[in-house]
């Protein structure tokens, strides 16, 4: 079995079928915004390249990424989103914080994507220092908000192989 690419921002981009009529949702942790802004103009940007149309990019800040999940659901709920990419960055601190936040985080991502069967996808960065979360977002480790829209796009063609 030939070995799998591990970073999709290396990821050639691909004919993704119907992109003149998906819209997908972004929302934004204000939390760590030099990190998220990077991630989310990663996100764009790839989304761009793989022909979603500019004004079919639905794009929400929210206060941290605990609050990500809920911005996931109201987007879900109340616009015509196909998918929707959650962006993020916890930074370890002095306290819990970061277990409790990165885990409920996971945790209501994943449970929005199921209660609505349509990707949402989890573009946060749980990282011990500013360097490794540098390092994911436009850095030696590449772009995660990259690898977030790729991973939806890559879910949709998915579904609709399915359909
Ligand atoms: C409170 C908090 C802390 C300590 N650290 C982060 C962080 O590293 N990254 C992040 O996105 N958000 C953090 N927050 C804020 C919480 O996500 C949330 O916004 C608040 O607890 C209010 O619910």
């Known amino acids: 079995m030939t070995e799998k690419k591990k970073n999709l921002s290396e990821f050639t981009p691909f004919e993704f079928s119907s992109a003149n009529k998906t819209r997908i949702g972004i929302v934004v942790s204000e939390w760590n915004d030099r990190i998220t802004d990077s991630l989310f103009k ?3 940007e790839s989304l761009l390249e793989h022909g979603i149309l500019k004004e079919n990019i639905l794009v929400k800040h929210v206060p941290g990424s605990f609050e990500l999940p809920l911005g996931a659901q109201w987007m879900l709920d109340k616009t015509p989103v196909d998918a929707v990419i959650c962006i993020g960055c916890v930074i370890q601190g002095e306290t819990r914080h970061f277990d409790f936040i990165s885990q409920a985080v996971a945790d209501g991502i994943m449970n929005v994507g199921l209660k609505f069967s349509k990707p949402v996808i989890f573009s946060v960065l749980t990282c011990n220092t500013m360097e490794q ?31």
Do not use: F, P, Q, T
């Not at 994911?136 to 399915?162: P, Q, W």
């Open 42 to 44: 990663g996100a764009e």
């Open 133 to 163: 979360a540098e390092d994911r977002a436009g850095g030696k480790h590449g772009n995660k908000g990259v690898e977030g829209a790729v991973s939806a796009l890559k879910m949709l063609e998915l579904l609709h192989g399915i359909e």
